[in-house]
């Protein structure tokens, strides 16, 4: 039989700019990139059937531009922070801030309040003046010092709000939803043909977000889940047929659940939303469980809080944003595994533990920070150059420039026939006890 033809997925990568940057940058001490400099780079491209695949692409590379497109002594710039908190959040904002005054000397950089809602008058939120006093110290700190929100707003009041603000540069902190209102915010600036740039800053702690493979705060985030686990062990640890079951963030990706499940090596269940699996019946988790403390006598169970929805009595209601309101699975787990476990006579005790917020409302760590000040910097660079539409982000060694229409597209998800899902199978080695679902030698 002749081989199937598989539809290869087009990716344009090009990026549109606001015009021809004609003004000397102000800049004299550093290197500069051309205009439009770009370089390849393999990486792996999610298809539709969820795996992945590695593909060689040219990007644009974030840097400094020699000339800029806007005069910075008649350029505003704003900046907004949407969804949900993520370390690292104020770091971007004060590298915006810094490098937007210092470097380029723009007339001005404000921040608006409370996410989208900051820009529509009726909520009555205030505009803050962001100078370098102000940001001095903000990366101590976790959350935004600008706060957010969830839920829509109409693009044409905030656009209205960019024209009456006089507003030049737009840079938008966020995740996929954030991306997805940048995309109707830039469609809107460009109906009205205006010479404002949008640049997208990506952002989430599930690290969800389409060819961004490492978004700020993750390394933050999956250090803090670590804390939790850690604890987890100790008290599995602590009782004859001991387990300990943590639930972590993670709402369709299980990136923190899985990357936190390598770092400490105790964790012997992990659940993520990509890997559906069974409760009860043969080789499901329950009778998986059972063996393990058998042979054992300890268990650490680790479940995102999306993995296992089909098991769950999930609304299908959604949040402000959008985004699907989960159902409990800790819960189901917590009530299900005692009574199974009771009702097989295997004496045993289930501490449960869920840092919840804590994972995601801490300070940035080292790594973070300098990651968020390098995503800042390139932020400024990007919209100085007369970038528009924008998201800057880490491939490989380089910060590059995304077009917004990449990031919007397709959800990130763990590919459960990568070699990073082998190795976290490998290091719980809960395919000795659980079903193929989990992806077993045989599959
Ligand atoms: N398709 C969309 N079009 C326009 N705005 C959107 C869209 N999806 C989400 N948003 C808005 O973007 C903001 C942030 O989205 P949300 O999903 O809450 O967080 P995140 O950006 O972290 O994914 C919210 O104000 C939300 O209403
Ligand atoms: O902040 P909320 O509305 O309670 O939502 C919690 C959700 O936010 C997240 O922390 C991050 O989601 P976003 O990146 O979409 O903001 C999820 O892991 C979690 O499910
Ligand atoms: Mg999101």
Redesign the pocket.
């Known amino acids: 039989m002749p081989a199937k033809k598989t539809r290869k997925v087009r990716i344009n990568t090009s990026i549109p700019t606001l015009g021809p940057a004609k003004i000397k940058s102000g800049m004299h001490y550093c290197q500069f990139m051309e205009p439009d400099e770009s370089t390849k780079i393999t990486i792996p491209v999610p298809q539709p059937d969820g795996k992945t695949k590695e593909e060689l692409l040219r990007f644009e590379l974030a840097g400094p531009r020699q000339k800029t497109y806007f005069d910075p002594s008649k350029t505003k710039c704003a900046i907004v922070t949407c ?4 370390p690292g959040i104020n770091d971007v904002i004060r590298a915006i801030v810094m490098e937007a005054h210092y470097n380029y000397k723009v007339a001005a950089t404000i921040g608006i309040r409370y996410g989208l809602e900051g820009f529509i008058p009726k909520y009555g939120h205030n505009i803050l003046e962001l100078t370098p006093e102000k940001v001095g110290d903000i990366h101590t700190f976790g959350g935004t010092m600008l706060g957010s929100s ?1 839920g829509p707003q109409n693009p044409e009041e905030i656009v209205d709000a960019l024209e009456r603000m006089n507003i030049s540069v737009l840079f938008m902190v ?4 954030t991306m997805r209102a940048a995309e109707s915010i830039l469609n809107e600036v460009q109906k009205r043909k205006l010479k404002i740039a949008i640049i997208g800053i990506p ?4 690290n ?1 977000i389409s060819f961004v493979y490492q978004s700020f705060g993750f390394d933050t985030a999956v250090e803090a889940a670590t804390t939790a686990i850690q604890c987890a062990h100790t008290e599995a640890n602590g009782a004859y047929n001991g387990i300990g079951l943590v639930k972590l ?3 369709e990706s299980g990136f ?1 659940a899985a990357q936190a499940t390598l770092a400490l090596k105790v964790v012997n269940f992990v659940l993520i939303p990509e890997s559906p699996f069974t409760l009860e019946g043969e080789k499901g988790l329950l009778e998986g469980l059972a063996e393990r403390l058998k042979k054992r006598h300890h268990a650490v169970i680790v479940v995102a ?2 993995a296992g929805q089909d098991l769950t009595d999930a609304s299908r209601k959604t ?1 402000a ?1 959008g ?1 699907p309101i ?1 159902g409990d699975i800790a819960g189901i787990l917590r009530k299900r595994i005692p009574e199974y476990l009771s009702e097989q006579k295997i004496p045993h005790t289930l501490k449960y533990i869920d840092p919840s ?1 804590i994972i ?1 409302s801490v300070a940035a760590n080292a790594n973070d920070r300098i990651y968020c000040g390098f995503l800042g910097q390139h932020a400024v660079h990007a919209a100085m150059g007369g970038k528009t539409g924008v998201v800057i982000s880490r491939m490989r060694e380089h910060y590059i420039h995304l077009p917004l229409k990449l990031v919007t597209g397709q959800r990130r998800k763990i590919d459960t026939h990568s070699d990073y899902w082998r190795a976290v199978l490998e290091s719980t080695g809960q395919f000795q006890y659980m079903r193929s679902c989990f992806g077993t030698p045989e599959d």
């Open positions: 969804g949900g908190l993520c969830r966020g995740g996929d939803g952002k989430t702690i599930d969800d963030m993670g709402r923190i809080e999306g949040d944003s985004n989960l917020y995601r």
